[in-house]
């Protein structure tokens, strides 16, 4: 495995756009952290959120005590002010839809050298409230590296966000941070083994719900899911 290095630049980078980040999002809104005291103080982990916006990843990154390594898709690149943070961030291209090996072996790399990591399970925003049911990706990552997860729920970051804080209406915006776990090993061939990534990261997902009011837990409401499950 190649060890993942990250740019001078975007080392140099995160020490301007970090703070700045910090900044905006204070003035704009009542930013409050819960559960500081339990991301792990070195090695590497996987930071997974909930995703309803476009607002998530800046703010945890930018609040996050250590700079975690990020997985976005590749249209961002492509979007003006998203495209200069990201390049300047330094994150890792996502081909939504698309198997992509090499993505994968970045992220075991990432998670190798000791990095956290951060992604989003849905594999894109909902651009409503409630959780979508989560991709296996997540499950595959930490399973082949058997670092630890840790949920985070996010409350707050609804697309009208810029809009109630430009109009100082200082939304409120809440990073709940949950417990480290593990995730079983994942055993088995072909649909045995699919079927298991994907209950690990619905188990990801339901770490994540536990965190946020029940308007925010979509699919993974437990009642919800539980008939989702038996339907399957």
Known sequence: MTPY??????????????????LVFRLLSDVKIYGNEYVPKNGSYIITVNHVSLFEP????AFWPTPPEAAGAIEI??????GILVRLYG???VHRGEFDRQLLDTMISVLGSGRPLFLAPEGG?????????AF??????????????????VVGTTDDFFEKAIHLKRPGLEIRIGKPFTLPSVIGKGA???NRLQANADQIMLAIAALMPPQYRGVYQPSVYQNSNEAE
């Open 77 to 82: 690149w492509s979007k003006p002010g998203q």
């Open 58 to 61: 800046p703010v945890v990154l």
């Open 91 to 93: 994150g890792i291209p």
């Open 5 to 22: 290095s990250v740019p001078l630049i975007n080392r140099f980078a995160r020490r301007i756009v970090r703070p700045v980040t910090r």
């Open 136 to 153: 296996p990706g997540v499950a595959y990552v930490a399973d082949k590296t058997g670092v630890p997860v840790v949920p985070v729920g």
């Open 125 to 133: 925003r909902s651009h409503d409230l409630g959780m979508r049911r």
């Open 192 to 194: 045995e083994r699919r």
